[in-house]
């Protein structure tokens, strides 16, 4: 079974530093999706990204794919509040969604 | 497109009794769904796959007799949690696959078992 790490756990910041969020995979990725939950909420689906080495921006999120499709980071410039929530990696196949071990972000003013 | 509604968003009820959660997808036809469960500060632990017509299939570790899917058609899965008690309080979230890689998943329920 694929295990997936994100670190860090739990991310305290500043409104407008900067942070970066790991994903680590004990296997390779067929495809890998980021996912924020809010509180009370279910997930929503920030990005996709199925090749080795990509790089996706979303505002000011980037979202980069490692070569060997094994690890992955999200990377915030300038953190708001409206950042805040929990941050999921997801390795997706046919079968199922496997979700990373999740980032809790808060974001203070 | 590709919404998924998911009733009760939460509900309290007595040790010993039994809660029906409703997954219903709004806008697409959904032959698959997927039953979470979440802890405070955790990630999302999937606990079975439910198929349109035929039987759910469960991880490993989750109870069959004590979390019963029913997914009868291809618009509605449910969750019953029978003889509920207080370990199985928890954030309960669904999804659909709407799609090749595309999931859309519930607001959740939050289930207290008091």
């Known amino acids: 079974t694929q295990l997936l790490e994100q670190s860090p756990q739990f991310l305290s910041i500043q409104e407008g530093e900067n942070l970066t969020v790991y994903c680590n995979s004990s296997s390779v990725f067929s495809s890998l999706q980021w996912y924020r939950q809010e509180p009370g909420e279910g997930p929503v689906l920030l990005v996709t990204v199925v090749t080795g080495g990509e790089v996706k921006k979303l505002k000011r999120l980037t979202f980069q794919f490692g070569d060997a499709r094994k690890d992955s980071s999200l990377h915030i410039t300038a953190a708001q509040p409206g950042d805040t929530g929990l941050y999921l990696c997801?390795?997706?196949?046919?079968?199922?969604?496997?979700f990373g071990t999740g980032t809790r972000l808060q974001v203070f003013p | 497109g590709a919404v998924v509604s998911q009733h009760p968003s939460w509900v309290i009820c007595k040790s010993g009794t039994s809660v029906k959660i409703e997954c219903r997808s709004l806008d697409f036809q959904a032959t698959t769904m997927f039953w979470y469960r979440q802890f405070p500060k955790q990630s999302l632990m999937l606990m079975a796959t439910s198929n349109e017509g035929s039987k759910a299939t469960y991880e490993q570790g989750v109870e069959k007799d004590k979390f019963l899917i029913n997914h009868a058609s291809l618009t509605l899965s449910t969750l019953t949690v029978t003889s509920a008690h207080p370990e199985d309080s928890s954030f309960y979230i669904c999804s659909a696959r709407a799609g090749q890689g595309r999931y859309t998943f519930g607001s959740g329920t939050r289930l207290t078992v008091v």
């Open positions: 997801v390795s997706y196949n046919t079968d199922k969604l496997i």
